[in-house]
């Protein structure tokens, strides 16, 4: 099996698909209340930093749950650019 094929198993995988509707409403859960408690909070700079935190967690969590699609764009591009020295290899190219 390809690299390609696990990664495309995977993105298409039933707990994949459930993983990423979860984490999405989960976050978003998240920031809802900690932007409620930020507001709330007297010391703006504390409640700022907490809210860079969960930001931060957000963003490194929605990283990881890119890298299957973007190891695919990867490899897709990859094999693009190998096709088209092939084809100007053939076409006595260079």
Do not use: C
């Amino acid at each position: 099996m390809t690299d390609r094929e696990t990664w495309l198993q995977l993105i298409q995988a039933p707990g994949w698909l459930l993983l990423k509707e979860r984490a999405k409403a989960y976050w978003t859960d998240q920031i809802d209340q900690h932007l409620a408690t930020a507001a709330n909070d007297r010391d703006d700079v504390v409640a700022l930093n907490r809210m860079r935190q969960v930001l931060a967690s957000k963003q490194a969590v929605e990283s990881l749950l890119k890298l299957p699609e973007e190891e695919l764009r990867r490899l897709d591009m990859t094999e693009d650019r190998r096709r088209q020295v092939a084809e100007t290899f053939s076409r006595g190219g260079l």
